[in-house]
């Protein structure tokens, strides 16, 4: 059972379980508890709470320490009894800090991870043009602070071209982005391409193409782990990062905050990686008859991870054998129906996924893949392929298939490992080599 599963979810303001938390309306999708877990900020309770809940919950309720997330932060920091510079600055907090005393300190610990996430980044903003999308949101508005704080022109992208900020330099609206092409660094601070509505973006990658100066593209969303935006900025040759190592720089200093006690750059490092290695999925690709299944099933069992096949799906879907569906009703409707099952699995985190030899004729299935996963193409000499139960390998041959398909391997794949022995040799050679 996945993490998320498990993790326990309270819809009311009754007494809390755990001292410390995090309060907000939505909060199915949330890695808090995990996060926190991991710094020992736990137990840590995940509250849903509704407007009219929200004032009693924090002044009656024997919490110690709380994470705050839409759409209460502005409120939150209005109703503490103190708050940092960073929060009065910004008027909204993300975190609170309750006394013995029952006195309420709030502050913004926003500011401070997207400190850190440019520090890691090692690039330089001073007297650099930045564009926030959705620069007037609560993170938004953190995002921009932060970047004045560093020296940055900072150019806050909305909808509404009557907002302001002090922390902003010039706010437009959409429309008006060509008039910034040579903006170097581009963060996306708006909810638009965050799961379940991953695929969207808030620019075009044409429209992406054309900032000449751009040095980095950041995306807040963290889940689906590579957004729209993220993978059109990858496909670019842009350094792009997504909000993950935000999240846990935030959530260590919170942390901190709450128990006393400081969390190294080391610790937020670990962590962060820890996190996305077990939410990255393992996408194997390559020829039909190198082993994608049996490799990936045995890998599977050696991660503790969940396995998918997708020509097992396409089994389970049209109730007969994959090959004969494709023998009956032709390449293009399995085609069809293998992205739909793609489409289906592509938002799940922390699984093994084989994929059939075909899947990469479809151009869109990179991109479905792509968004959770770390793509690894297996290789085995021609030769050496099984060509019993698949179709095309019979009736087109493996050479005809390689000369259309190595190629585009190659192209998606993030890592090729060559396949040599069995299933459990080669799913223990990935782990010590290319996932180690």
């Keep these: 059972m996945s993490f998320k599963a498990e993790q326990q979810i309270s819809h009311n303001s009754t007494t809390p379980l755990a001292p410390f938390g995090l309060i907000g309306e939505k909060l199915s999708h949330s890695w808090s508890a995990e996060i926190h877990k991991k710094l020992g900020s736990f137990p840590y309770e995940l509250h849903e709470l509704s407007t009219s809940e929200l004032k009693a919950f924090l002044k009656d309720q024997p919490w110690r320490g709380l994470n705050v997330t839409i759409p209460y932060k502005k409120e939150a ?30 502050d913004n610990t926003d500011v401070y991870g997207f400190e850190y996430l440019i520090k890691s980044l090692k690039i ?44 902003v330099d010039c706010t437009i609206t959409y429309d008006l982005l060509k008039f910034h092409y040579d903006a170097v660094l ?20 044409e429209e992406l193409t054309s900032f000449a100066s751009l040095q980095c593209v950041i995306d807040l969303i963290y889940n689906p782990l590579r957004s729209q935006l993220l993978l059109d900025a990858e496909s670019l040759g842009l350094l792009n990062v997504n909000g993950l190592k935000m999240l846990v720089a935030q959530a260590a ?24 290695s077990s939410k990255e999925n393992i996408v ?12 990936g099933e045995a890998l599977a069992k050696l991660l503790n ?11 389970q879907k049209v109730h007969c054998n994959a090959a004969t569906y494709l023998q009956t009703y032709g ?17 799940m985190t922390g699984v093994v996924i084989s994929c059939g030899g075909g899947a990469v ?14 793509l690894i193409y297996l290789t085995r000499p021609l030769e050496n392929l099984a060509i019993a139960g698949r179709p095309l390998s019979q009736s087109i041959g493996i050479q005809e298939l390689a000369k259309e398909r190595l190629p585009i391997y190659e192209a998606w794949a993030n890592l090729t490992f060559p396949c040599l022995g069995s299933p459990d040799a080669d799913a223990k050679g990935l782990l010590a080599t290319v996932l180690k």
């Design 361 to 374: 004729v479809t151009p869109s299935n990179y991109q479905l893949l792509r968004q959770n996963g770390k």
């Design 331 to 347: 390449e293009a409707a399995f085609r069809s129906l293998e992205h739909e099952i793609i489409q289906e699995i592509s938002s």
């Design 77 to 106: 920091c209005a109703l503490a009894d103190s708050a940092s510079e960073d929060a009065r600055a910004i008027g909204a907090a993300n975190t609170l800090v309750k006394d013995e005393s029952d006195y309420i300190t709030a």
């Design 284 to 295: 194997l690709i390559g020829m039909p008859g190198v082993g994608k299944t049996s490799t």
């Design 305 to 315: 991870r969940p396995w998918i096949d997708t020509d097992f799906l396409i089994e």
């Design 124 to 167: 330089s903003l001073n007297q650099k043009k930045t564009l926030v999308l959705g620069a007037f949101g609560g993170a938004g508005q953190a995002i921009c602070y932060a970047l004045k704080k560093h020296g940055a022109y900072v150019v806050g992208v909305s909808r509404n071209s009557q907002v302001s900020s002090s922390f």
């Design 186 to 205: 581009l963060v996306n601070a708006t909810p638009v391409g965050m799961s379940p509505h991953a695929g969207i973006s808030p620019l075009s990658k």
């Design 253 to 276: 200093k919170a942390s901190s905050l709450f128990l006393g006690q400081e969390v190294s750059d080391l610790q937020i490092e670990k962590i962060s990686q820890e996190i996305h």
